[in-house]
């Protein structure tokens, strides 16, 4: 089975609505796929109706963003969107909504006004980035991030965010399945495997494994920190809405089981 497991839409920082999103991965050869905007559950709906309409396979997903030592993100997949889950990610979004804010305010301060709603849902960095560029403020988003939003930035602010294993036992309260994101930065300072022990002991399911970034010999050592740790192998393009980046999107078969997927 082929399957994009980290897409992105509009209700957070991507460029496609969730129908497009959805028309996308089809047209990529999808079977499944899930959607997995930051802190954001809005274009759930949207996307699943258009998922089935399309025939394609459909997970309901988030990607949150969590802080420590740094900045963590953790995938949910296949919970249920109901009033107490909305209220965990009202109070998790309320961080985010804060940090946006201050980085407004430094921006402001160098006289620097994007006209931004920074209070919005699912506003984040990379949507400030793009403003950025789009009005001559930065010459790229990596140029945005280097000398603004990055660490060391002259409006960078610190995360504070909810922490990886609240997130992983918020997940599991709410019958998600739970994965790693994009966790090659870790593979390589060392800290891969402290993390996933600690995270395990939250529920922690999964590791996204297939990933644009990450090469076979990334792959191979992510494997066998799931055989480790006894998790699933996750993947996805982490799209949104740029070219389209290459990755390995053959879903393990036992995680296509664990999520409902056929």
Not at 62 to 69: F, K, N, P
Not at 143 to 172: C, H, N, Q, W
Request: charge should be negative; include cysteine.
């Amino acid at each position: 089975m082929k399957a994009d497991l980290h897409i992105h839409t509009t209700a957070s920082d991507g460029r496609l609505a969730p129908r497009e999103a959805v028309a996308w991965a089809k047209a990529c050869g999808m079977d499944a796929l899930a959607i997995t905007d930051h802190d954001s559950v809005a274009g759930l709906a949207e996307a699943e109706e258009a998922a089935r309409e399309m025939g394609v396979g459909f997970v309901r997903g988030i990607e949150l963003s969590c802080y420590s030592v740094c900045e963590i993100h953790i995938l949910g997949y296949g919970f249920e969107p109901n009033a107490a889950f909305l209220e965990e990610l009202d109070a998790a979004k309320a961080l985010r909504r804060a940090r946006n804010e201050a980085i407004g305010r430094k921006l402001t301060a160098l006289g620097i006004d994007l006209g931004i709603d920074y209070l919005a849902d699912g506003v984040g960095r990379m949507n400030i980035a793009r403003k950025m560029v789009e009005l001559g403020v930065a010459r790229d988003v990596s140029d945005a991030f280097d000398r603004f939003l990055g660490a060391g930035g002259a409006a960078y602010v610190e995360s504070k965010r909810l922490t990886p294993i609240g997130a992983v036992r918020m997940l599991k309260n709410h019958g998600a399945f739970v994965s790693v994101a994009h966790p090659k930065k870790f593979l390589q300072d060392g800290r891969l495997d402290m993390l996933l022990q600690g995270l395990k002991r939250g529920g922690l399911d999964g590791l996204e494994v297939n990933y644009p970034g990450h090469s076979d010999l990334d792959r191979v050592a992510l494997l066998k920190m799931c055989d480790k740790h006894r998790l699933l192998p996750t993947g996805g393009s982490d799209y949104h809405g740029e070219d389209e980046r290459a990755f390995e999107s053959t879903l393990d078969p036992r995680t296509a089981r664990r999520l409902g997927l056929r």
